[in-house]
């Protein structure tokens, strides 16, 4: 069956850089999209980036120029670095699979979901 892990999270300075990894398996990991979501407390899950099958990608405008998202489909991975890190990037961190269009940035747009990893950006 389809599984997304993501790991790398963690309590880090704000200025510092993260580097998260989503691993998948269960399914030809080069067909889909893979996108990352995060949500902070009471608030909705949002779309952070998005890379296509082809290497394509797009990001939300709080992180654009901060945040990398790639993938290595030898490795069936996605990865997500931001620098820069705010405090305001406190949240859990979501990778999902696309579903429908080359560069998905809705939830309803991704059929899979890991299990979160949690990002805290003390000031």
């Known amino acids: 069956q389809v599984q997304l892990v993501e790991s790398g999270g963690g309590l880090v300075q704000a200025g510092a850089s993260l580097r998260l990894s989503c691993a998948a398996s269960?399914?030809?990991?080069?067909?889909?999209?893979m996108g990352w979501f995060r949500q902070a407390p009471g608030k909705e899950r949002e779309f952070v980036a998005v890379?296509?099958?082809?290497?394509?990608?797009r990001y939300e405008d709080s992180v654009k120029g901060r945040a990398t998202i790639f993938r290595d489909d030898v490795k069936r991975a996605a990865y997500l670095r931001i620098d820069s890190l705010k405090p305001e990037d406190t949240a859990v961190y979501y990778c999902a699979r696309g579903q429908i269009s080359r560069l998905p940035t809705e939830p309803y747009e991704y059929d899979y979901w890991g299990q979160g990893t949690q990002v805290t950006v003390s000031s």
């Open positions: 890379v296509s099958r082809s290497g394509a990608t």
């Open positions: 269960g399914y030809t990991f080069s067909n889909y999209a």
